[in-house]
């Protein structure tokens, strides 16, 4: 059967890996300096969040086929077929798109972070009959922004991280 697949930007999931990496590096290097339990507690809940964020957005895809769409998260997926879906909206909020497809009893949030935005709404849009689709949606299908200050967030952050790693280990340097 043909389908397409649709997953997190690339762009986003680099840094956001290597913000979680750089952050474990940092917590294991602060263990095995024994630095206080305040320090200990904060970076592990860093951590954390950021393992949990980075799953959820590992698992991430959308996947169409001819009769349906299914969004697939973290040990969760929901299938909505397209002959149900009577609604297809969205709206931009500072570059970010929130996209609903809903049905009579059930809906669906996606936003643009997932990689050719432009396509996967094209995909849907054709399999749709044009009186379920807001005109916001069409519009915004022309033309989608693209969201890019997450990804600058979280190469500042590594950056950040990278930093703070240096100077802890730069005990080691000497």
């Not at 043909?2 to 762009?11: C, E, P």
């Not at 986003?12 to 024994?34: E, K, R, S």
């Not at 970010?96 to 849907?124: P, Q």
Request: glycine content about 4%; some cysteine; overall charge positive.
């Amino acid at each position: 059967m043909d389908f397409k697949q649709y997953k997190i930007r690339k762009a986003f999931m680099f840094p956001l890996g290597l913000t979680l990496f750089l952050g474990i590096a940092l917590l294991g290097l602060c263990v095995f300096q024994n630095e206080t339990p305040p320090k200990l507690v904060v970076l592990s809940l860093m951590v954390l969040s950021l393992g949990l964020f980075f799953l959820e957005s590992l698992f991430r895809r959308i996947v169409i086929n001819r009769d349906s769409i299914t969004h697939f998260k973290f040990l969760r997926q929901k299938t909505m077929p397209f002959a149900d879906i009577t609604s297809f909206e969205s709206m931009s909020l500072r570059k970010r798109v929130f996209s609903t497809l809903s049905s009579e009893e059930n809906f669906l949030i996606f936003t643009n972070a997932y990689e050719n935005y432009a396509d996967l709404t094209r995909e849907i849009l054709e399999r749709l009959p044009k009186n379920a689709v807001s005109p916001e949606t069409r519009e915004l299908a022309s033309f989608p922004p693209v969201k890019r200050g997450d990804i600058i967030s979280f190469w500042i952050t590594a950056i950040i991280l990278g930093a703070i790693l240096l100077q802890q280990a730069s005990v080691y340097f000497k």
